[in-house]
């Protein structure tokens, strides 16, 4: 047996008659799943496709960034000072729109031959990207996104607090199983089914521990525009059962 936390936001929107104000207010639901091994190993599945997607997207802003040292140094070498010729130098680091441009062109599918018939060349990577809900790799782009604005805007002196150091690839076992999925508001995807099961895109509906009979009922009621973009699955360690 094992657990993992999900957690996701409801805006519940309330009007006010006078003046016509309309207030929104994010309420946060916390679920801790009861999965079957079948969805155990899904879960698990998410959380290290968006692992992988993390680390794909950081080795392509460190390849950037160590293009821009070689060809600063470069300058240097031919006399030019450091501070300029780090002026001079503009490699741009790829962001979460060409990192997911640049893998939609590479990626291989499990599904079809890798290569045709008498080719030679290395697999293409993640063959194994139809298996999970694609917004387990685009939440991941945008984390790789963060860190490196986080880092950058620390060693600049723009960001406050303590100082944050070089971006790190993600290994398994050592980094937190994570992932976050996402949908349309409006054709809402994620969602109680029942009070004692949440549905999820690609995953299918999983058992709660808990009952989520008040986030259902605030539903029906129509008090809330309903769930927002968001949800967090986590901490999937593995634990005794008690028989």
Same mark, same amino acid.
């Given at each position: ?32 799943? !009861?999965?079957?091994? /079948?969805?155990?190993?899904?879960? +698990? &599945?998410?959380?290290? =496709?968006? *692992? ?92 790789? !996104?963060?860190?490196? /604005?986080?880092?950058?805007?620390? +060693? &600049?002196?723009?960001? =406050?607090? *303590? ?81």
């Amino acid at each position: 047996m094992s657990s993992s936390t999900v957690g996701g936001d409801l805006a519940l929107v309330s009007r006010r008659e006078e003046g016509f104000v309309r207030s929104e207010v994010l309420r946060a639901f916390r679920f801790t799943l !009861d999965p079957t091994s /079948a969805q155990e190993e899904v879960l +698990l &599945r998410h959380a290290g =496709a968006a *692992r992988w997607a993390f680390n794909h997207a950081l080795g392509m802003k460190v390849a950037a960034h160590q293009q821009w040292r070689q060809q600063v140094q470069a300058l240097v070498d031919t006399g030019t000072a450091e501070a300029e010729a780090r002026k001079q130098v503009r490699v741009p680091v790829p962001t979460k729109p060409a990192v997911q441009k640049h893998l939609n062109r590479i990626k291989g599918d499990s599904r079809t031959p890798d290569l045709p018939e008498g080719a030679f060349g290395p697999a293409r990577p993640c063959p194994w990207w139809h298996e999970v809900n694609t917004y387990a790799f685009q939440s991941a782009f945008i984390d790789a !996104d963060r860190a490196w /604005a986080n880092w950058l805007d620390s +060693l &600049r002196g723009r960001r =406050a607090g *303590r100082r944050v150091g070089y971006p790190r690839f993600k290994k398994k076992g050592r980094a937190r199983d994570a992932f976050r999925l996402h949908h349309d508001v409006k054709k809402p995807s994620i969602r109680a089914a029942g009070y004692r099961r949440l549905r999820m895109p690609t995953i299918g509906e999983v058992r709660l521990h808990d009952s989520a009979k008040r986030m259902a009922r605030l539903v029906d009621r129509g008090t809330v525009s309903g769930p927002s973009p968001r949800i967090t699955s986590r901490n999937l360690w593995p634990r005794q059962s008690s028989g």
